[in-house]
């Protein structure tokens, strides 16, 4: 089986440049999560998908991220503008999203986002 | 204060060890209990699962869950290197499809 998929794996901008990161999540996997992961931190719920309709996205600084999982598959989240705090590994994770259960979540290995 | 504390460590061990992670937390909606392995430069992987108040063994691994003190464990038998790593505990309160708050991690170390 398949893992989950995220390009690019690294990723280096100047401050107040966009950027724009791809996942594609284990075949027939309902749900769809983005965390952000600054050094030396847990990961942090970004937003979270169950299809294509947004179930979470309280802590998405929706100023300058944004998010969209079209067809209730892929999904992309954009960065516009940077800023040199967004540094980061960007991970998505999916699962088949059965509510109220020992359900597990599977990781890509992450995008790394450097903004100098 | 944090919803969730994790002692970053770094934690080295020699090999054959037994390892003690744990992780406290505040927020008394949290039934759901996770602990998850990350290698450098890899997303995480899950370890355990707990659900509410117990003990749940898996090899090599246990896990312990402590609601009225709001404080869980995960304690590696006879440790491995390969068994080096940051170990993340996660949590949700409505089951493992929830959006997990995690702790910061702690780096594990063991020395062969």
């Known amino acids: 089986e398949a893992g989950v998929a995220q390009s690019p794996r690294y990723k280096i901008i100047e401050k107040r440049q966009s950027v724009a990161f791809w996942c594609n999540p284990i075949?027939?996997?309902?749900?769809l999560y983005w965390y952000q992961q600054i050094l030396g931190q847990g990961p942090k719920l970004l937003i979270q998908f169950q299809n294509n309709g947004v179930v979470d996205d309280s802590q998405l600084p929706k100023d300058r991220f944004s998010a969209e999982r079209l067809k209730g598959v892929d999904s992309t989240l954009k960065i516009q503008p940077a800023k040199l705090e967004d540094s980061a590994v960007y991970l998505c994770a999916s699962s088949l999203g059965l509510q109220g259960s020992q359900e597990t979540q599977y990781f890509g290995p992450g995008t790394r986002l450097l903004v100098l | 204060q944090k919803e969730v504390e994790q002692d970053p460590g770094p934690l080295s061990v020699p090999e054959g060890a037994i390892v003690s992670l744990n992780c406290t937390y505040s927020?008394?909606?949290?039934?759901?209990f996770m602990w998850y392995r990350q290698y450098s430069r890899k997303g995480p992987e899950l370890l355990m699962y707990?659900?509410?108040?117990g003990n749940k063994e898996d090899g090599r691994f246990t896990a312990q869950v402590d609601k009225s003190s709001k404080y869980i464990s995960l304690f590696i038998r006879d440790s491995q290197p390969s068994d080096s790593a940051t170990y993340l505990c996660?949590?949700?309160?409505?089951?493992?499809?929830?959006?997990?708050?995690f702790g910061k991690g702690t780096h594990l170390i063991i020395q062969p």
């Open positions: 927020n008394s909606a949290f039934q759901y």
């Open positions: 075949s027939g996997h309902a749900t």
């Open positions: 707990t659900y509410s108040s």
């Open positions: 996660a949590m949700s309160a409505g089951g493992g499809a929830d959006g997990l708050t």
